[in-house]
């Protein structure tokens, strides 16, 4: 079920991603909003969209944020590289990129699992 947003909410998310740069002021002066307006009256409603839409910003930014890592894996000592690395995890980890860790385990055919004793309630 997707809500029908106005002309202005439309255009507000839009200028916030794009020409506003995340600034909500700027963006409702862009979507047409009376400089009066309060925030909250116009947040409020659109909240999940603009959640929605920062969160497609990112995932549109996780190439970018992949391939800075890659880069610093070519050149580790370019200028800046413990900050590329330091906001390209934050992009990876907040667009859904999740580092993949695994348990190996092994075991010859005779394991045994010691596990600590039980505590039985003495009532």
């Known amino acids: 079920m997707t809500k029908q947003l106005t002309e202005k909410q439309q255009a507000l998310i839009d200028a916030l991603?794009?020409?506003a740069q995340g600034n909500i002021r700027r963006a409702m002066?862009?979507?047409g909003y009376s400089k009066g307006t309060r925030l909250h009256s116009i947040i409020n409603p659109i909240r999940e969209e603009i959640i929605d839409s920062a969160t497609t910003l990112l995932a549109m930014n996780a190439h970018k944020a992949a391939l800075g890592l890659v880069?610093?894996?070519?050149?580790?000592?370019?200028?800046g590289a413990r900050n590329v690395v330091s906001a390209a995890k934050e992009v990876l980890d907040r667009a859904g990129v999740v580092r993949r860790e695994q348990l190996d385990v092994k075991a010859s055919g005779d394991a045994v699992f010691i596990l600590p004793p039980k505590n039985v309630?003495?009532?």
């Open 17 to 19: 991603g794009g020409e």
């Open 29 to 31: 002066d862009i979507a």
């Open 71 to 79: 880069g610093i894996i070519d050149d580790p000592s370019a200028l």
């Open 121 to 123: 309630d003495q009532d």
